[in-house]
């Protein structure tokens, strides 16, 4: 079974500052993907950003990038420039690849507070 | 942009009573999800649907939860006798060919449902 662990239960950042969100998980699979949603007040689930474990370059996405360290199994979410509207709570997910259900494991997430 | 919906937003019911509820996956997908999130806690996985049956499911959904695809477009989550602890956000994903996007590997979550249940 696969874990995913968010170290950081909140953070906080000052607008137009850059700040990064720690995520680990643990697996036994090679071929997988994880992800990076957003839950803002309205509880509605979005996707940040996506990375294939395959790839070795990090995805980016706008204000939003990754750091993927495959073989420490580190997967870490920077935004740059805050925003006031990236307030929110963000979950690191993990998606085994080739598989019939695919479901997301989810980490416990981290409250985002950006500050004006 | 196509989006994942769910009906009703907001769903209070009596514990022991049935509740059905439903979504309406983005059109030409064809993988289906549920999950919930009880308040203050992770989102956890409930069940897999594809070509008309469960792929996989999670030791949550039990004999209490159903899930079914009545017709082309909606997807419904019934829990036969509500407790007290299915109070949570439910929220139905989907998955498959998105226009703009290059990968049918990522999951589009809906607006979810938060069924209170007293």
């Known amino acids: 079974a696969q874990t995913v662990t968010q170290s950081q239960p909140e953070m906080s950042v000052q607008e137009a500052e850059t700040v990064t969100l720690s995520c680990t998980y643990d697996?036994?699979?090679?071929?997988?993907?994880l992800f990076w949603y957003k839950q803002p007040p309205s509880r509605q689930m979005i996707l940040v950003i996506r990375?294939?474990?395959?790839?070795?370059q990090n995805a980016t996405e706008n204000r939003f990038s990754v750091n993927f360290q495959k073989a420490a199994k580190s997967f870490s979410l920077k935004i740059s420039d805050s925003q006031l509207g990236d307030t929110a709570m963000y979950f690191c997910?993990?998606?085994?690849?080739?598989?019939?259900?695919?479901?997301?494991?989810f980490g416990g997430g981290t409250r985002l507070m950006v500050k004006p | 942009e196509p989006e994942v919906t769910q009906t009703p937003s907001h769903q209070v019911t009596q514990m022991g009573q049935e509740v059905i509820l439903r979504c309406v996956p983005i059109?030409?997908?064809?993988?289906f999800y549920w999950y919930r999130q009880i308040l203050g806690q992770k989102v956890e996985f409930l069940v897999s649907?594809?070509?008309?049956?469960?792929?996989?499911k999670s030791e949550i959904f039990d004999d209490q939860f159903s899930v079914e695809r009545p017709d082309g477009s909606n997807f419904t989550l019934k829990i036969r006798s509500t407790k007290l602890e299915d109070s949570a956000m439910y929220f139905c994903?989907?998955?498959?060919?998105?226009?703009?996007?290059?990968?049918?590997?990522?999951?589009?979550f809906g607006p979810g449902t938060r069924l209170t249940v007293l």
């Open positions: 697996t036994s699979e090679n071929n997988y993907y």
């Open positions: 997910a993990f998606m085994k690849r080739n598989n019939a259900g695919n479901m997301l494991t």
């Open positions: 059109s030409n997908h064809l993988y």
């Open positions: 994903a989907s998955r498959g060919w998105t226009s703009g996007s290059a990968s049918t590997d990522t999951q589009y």
């Open positions: 990375q294939e474990a395959y790839k070795q």
């Open positions: 649907f594809y070509n008309n049956e469960i792929s996989e």
